[in-house]
């Protein structure tokens, strides 16, 4: 006999959802459901991989028996939906940002610990087994204390994600720009590397993506305690690519998205040791993570970003923002 599949509904069915919806159904261990509000939208999603359970509210899909419930809705959404997943007694998984604000975090918080749910927040560079790797090596000590992190990325937003203007990048509150949608990313990755960030100064600017208002352009200055760190962003380049490098006192370690490469050097003026973990496309990240989730809710692993993490870099966000606007170096507490 087969092993029984997990059931697993998600909740928005935009560009994000539908990509989580894909990928669990390529694990082979997931059965789906879908719901969206736009009755279009949901039923050309569902049509598109014949999905029998689709819904338009929230409160009548958990009716259902769920495993648990992938929030991929707007950002400022997350926590209302979460709330009612988790007081159904389903687990969740959050697609990031976890918010745009604190409020109902708390709240959120307190319904997980009393109903014994599981929570996790999608943020999908840490399943990358390449990061994963690099992971372990900084654990492990063998490259020393990490003193400085820095991080570069770009690509051109507008090829990959030509619906923009339609959706919750438009507008902060929803979500939107750079540092909610794009940087946050890395953010979250460098926080589990070296640590929270404790302090913060950020330039932001809309420089040329087309339509919009919100930032396009970041760059940071942060402190994640004793680590100094930089990140410059922007969301209109031609080339995509990005590295995220940390110096140690006894070598340096660097992840390379858009080549899959995790790499170490250990002597002065050396060559680059690397790992190579080839991707074929987008997808392969997503179903990589989905199998990880399914692995944490057999118990198998503890979730790669748990709602804590993931209130950390909400925290940081939230700062950034802040400091763009103020010009100001912001302590985060």
């Not at 029984?4 to 560009?15: E, N």
């Not at 029998?52 to 009548?60: N, P, W």
């Not at 040329?208 to 680590?227: F, N, P, Q």
Request: proline share 4%.
């Amino acid at each position: 006999m087969s092993e029984r599949k997990h059931q697993i509904l998600v909740v928005g069915a935009g560009s994000i959802g539908e990509r989580h919806l894909r990928c669990y159904l390529a694990t082979g261990r997931a059965d789906v459901g879908v719901c969206e509000l736009d009755v279009d939208r949901l039923n050309t999603v569902a049509d598109r991989y014949n999905i029998e359970e689709r819904f338009c509210d929230v409160r009548d899909a958990l009716e259902g028996t769920w495993d648990a419930v992938l929030v991929a809705t707007p950002a400022h959404t997350h926590i209302p939906i979460a709330i009612q997943v988790v007081q159904s007694g389903t687990n969740v998984l959050i697609e990031k940002p976890l918010s745009t604000s604190l409020s109902r975090i708390e709240e959120l918080q307190q319904l997980i610990t009393d109903r014994n749910t599981i929570a996790a927040v999608s943020y999908q560079l840490r399943a990358h087994p390449a990061v994963r790797k690099m992971k372990a090596a900084l654990d492990s000590g063998q490259f020393g204390k990490p003193l400085q992190l820095y991080m570069t990325t770009g690509q051109s937003f507008a090829y990959f994600r030509p619906a923009y203007l339609e959706t919750y990048f438009t507008d902060h509150r929803t979500g939107g720009g750079a540092i909610q949608d794009a940087i946050t990313h890395m953010l979250n990755l460098a926080e589990w590397l070296v640590g929270p960030v404790t302090r913060i100064s950020v330039d932001a600017e809309h420089q040329k993506l087309d339509g919009v208002t919100v930032e396009d352009t970041v760059h940071i200055l942060a402190r994640h305690e004793t680590v100094m760190a930089n990140y410059a962003i922007n969301m209109y380049q031609h080339p995509t690519e990005g590295q995220i490098t940390v110096v140690c006192d006894k070598g340096t370690v660097r992840f390379e998205p858009n080549r899959s490469r995790f790499c170490t050097m250990t002597e002065i003026n050396g060559q680059w040791d690397e790992y190579v973990h080839p991707f074929d496309g987008r997808d392969t990240w997503y179903i990589e993570n989905a199998e990880i989730f399914l692995d944490v809710l057999e118990r198998k692993c503890q979730p790669l970003c748990s709602l804590e993490d993931a209130i950390q870099t909400l925290r940081v966000n939230l700062a950034a923002l802040k400091s763009a606007e103020t010009h100001s170096w912001l302590e985060i507490p």
